[in-house]
């Protein structure tokens, strides 16, 4: 493993608990801190962290290993880049430099050609000809340090421009259709201003290309999804947003771009846009890693309102805690801020409505209270929601809310209230436990003696005089490359092994199984030879079956009891 050094000392200043406790709360059980698994769909905290061990696994989905493999699967980083990050954390150098990880990808061209054209949308606006989008731009309120930020920039008005410059540089015409770049051999974007649309890790993958001249056109036009740019799997300005909503501990999702950099301006970047109008599980899951305080933001017409009630509706289900911004005047937060200013609009977001009143609120605007069908349907549809709610003194003033709203009385709706909540608790799905993989002695006894290697250094030397027979060979490869580390080092950690070995995938399968289990800590030799006696029984029986299988196949006589001989004498131990 490449920086190995650098990585245990790196390791060795890094607390796992710290660096995991930024990103998802951890809570304190006896020596170890538990938290709610941010991969995977987990309700109940389900990963372990463990100070002593400086590893982390989850019960559940049995995601396991130490700060860098962490910081790597929550962060979408290589391991240079995890290393690199948390080096810098603790003030260590790392010596080396390296290409940027999409380059090292199956789909580098597409990478590069995209950085090439964020590049050359760049270059444009700044160019003569891009002297009018930078006045439509000033006239947004959008400076040049804001369109630095953003990198946006021009297509220019010519139909095969780019397609051209593009095919002088070695790309093919199927590949620009392909990506989204150019149809019928044409350039799909022309004389239009340009936001670049990034993956999580910060690279473009597509354009939004947007109109800045009074013409008959859509206002926006979208890259179409491609082998790389997926919207379901993307947010806009995710990768830019991610310190800050760690920061505040929330995130604001708005509905367009223009949302997302005007509240940058004025110094709210905790934010990001939608890619559609309904959030997909995908995207649900990247806002978790962020934070489980989500505001809803989107504009304040019609539309806005409805996607408002269904991306709550969506998160809800996913135990994340929503608030909704209503926008007065059918609003965008773009407008908002142009025209009311920041102290206004930051009013807004500290009044965010819980969603259960926003949508309450809302179904009470829509009521006409004086059609008994409806005024019923609207209390049904209000006990509903209350009964979702735990929270017993809020559950009591909304009811009373409700029966003055409506004009009805408290016990009537009180009782309505009790049916209603009955019915949801028998409506609860319990979560079907995993099923529980059965182990013979044998499989953990090998999982003991390895987990007893790597905790304890000086086991390592116990058994390797005991020269034991492992017949899989990927157990035999994970104890040699234990024995190594042990005699390249002098000792032997659970968190500096697991970077150790990490660019092994089957050898860190074997080891995540071992991790997840409750092994023990320290054994006793006593315990150790048990171990050692299994493990022997295991072998023999093994070979038993092998000489068995050979008496089958064997035709001679004379052989055939030779063979038997030898079963005989390894069952009494004489071999």
């Known amino acids: 493993m490449e920086n190995q050094d650098t990585a245990s000392l790196v390791r060795s200043k890094t607390d796992i608990v710290d660096v995991i406790g930024k990103r998802i709360p951890l809570i304190?059980?006896?020596?170890?801190?538990?938290?709610?698994?941010?991969?995977?769909?987990d309700d109940n905290p389900s990963l372990c962290v463990s100070r002593e061990k400086q590893i982390y696994t989850c019960f559940s989905c049995h995601a396991t290993g130490n700060v860098f493999t962490f910081i790597m699967n929550y962060e979408h980083k290589d391991f240079y880049d995890a290393l690199k990050y948390l080096a810098d954390e603790v003030g260590v150098e790392v010596k080396g430099r390296k290409k940027k990880t999409t380059t090292n990808t199956k789909y580098a061209k597409y990478y590069s050609c995209y950085e090439f054209c964020e590049g050359y949308f760049q270059n444009n606006l700044h160019t003569k000809v891009g002297k009018l989008a930078r006045d439509y731009l000033k006239s947004r309120n959008l400076d040049d340090k804001v369109i630095k930020e953003f990198k946006i920039g021009l297509s220019l008005e010519n139909d095969n421009d780019l397609t051209n410059l593009l095919t002088k540089k070695g790309y093919t015409l199927a590949d620009l259709n392909s990506w989204g770049l150019s149809v019928n051999n044409y350039d799909i974007y022309k004389d239009r201003i340009m936001f670049p649309l990034f993956d999580i890790t910060g690279s473009p993958v597509g354009f939004s290309g947007r109109i800045y001249k009074d013409i008959d056109q859509n206002k926006y036009l979208n890259t179409r999804e491609t082998v790389v740019f997926k919207k379901g799997l993307l947010l806009y300005n995710y990768h830019k947003a991610q310190e800050e909503c760690r920061k505040t501990h929330s995130i604001i999702i708005m509905e367009g771009f223009m949302d997302v950099i005007r509240a940058w301006t004025i110094g709210i970047k905790n934010t990001v846009a939608l890619m559609g109008t309904a959030l997909t599980t995908d995207q649900i899951k990247l806002i978790k890693r962020l934070s489980n305080q989500v505001i809803l933001c989107l504009d304040g017409d019609s539309p806005g309102q409805k996607a408002a009630l269904l991306n709550g509706e969506l998160m809800l289900k996913e135990k994340i805690e929503v608030k909704v911004v209503s926008i007065p005047d059918n609003d965008d937060p773009d407008s908002y801020i142009l025209k009311h200013g920041k102290e206004s609009f930051e009013r807004l977001l500290e009044n965010a409505l819980l969603f259960s009143d926003y949508k309450m609120n809302n179904l009470k605007r829509n009521?006409?209270?004086?059609?008994?069908?409806?005024?019923?349907?609207?209390?049904?549809?209000?006990?509903?929601?209350?009964?979702?709610?735990?929270?017993?003194?809020?559950?009591?003033?909304?009811?009373?809310?409700?029966?003055?709203?409506?004009?009805?009385?408290?016990?009537?709706?009180?009782?309505?209230?009790?049916?209603?909540?009955t019915v949801n608790k028998e409506q609860v799905i319990k979560m079907q436990n995993k099923p529980i993989i059965r182990k013979n002695k044998y499989q953990k006894a090998i999982e003991q003696l390895i987990y007893s290697m790597i905790t304890n250094g000086e086991n390592i030397q116990l058994v390797e005089k005991e020269r034991l027979i492992f017949p899989d060979e990927k157990i035999r490869l994970l104890i040699n490359e234990i024995n190594y580390y042990y005699r390249k080092y002098g000792n032997i950690n659970i968190a500096d092994f697991y970077t150790y070995v990490s660019d092994k995938k089957e050898l860190v399968e074997i080891l995540n199984t071992i991790l997840a289990c409750d092994y023990q800590d320290e054994i006793k030799e006593k315990e150790l030879q048990e171990y050692f006696d299994v493990i022997r029984e295991n072998s023999m029986n093994l070979e038993i079956k092998r000489l068995q299988k050979k008496i089958e196949e064997e035709a001679d006589p004379i052989e055939q009891a030779k063979i038997s001989e030898r079963i005989r004498k390894l069952r009494i131990g004489e071999l």
């Open 28 to 41: 304190a059980r006896g020596k170890n801190y538990f938290g709610i698994c941010p991969f995977h769909d």
């Open 367 to 421: 009521t006409n209270f004086k059609s008994i069908e409806e005024k019923t349907e609207y209390i049904n549809e209000v006990l509903k929601e209350i009964s979702l709610l735990d929270d017993e003194i809020r559950i009591e003033i909304m009811l009373k809310k409700l029966a003055k709203d409506a004009e009805i009385g408290y016990n009537t709706l009180e009782k309505r209230f009790m049916k209603l909540k």
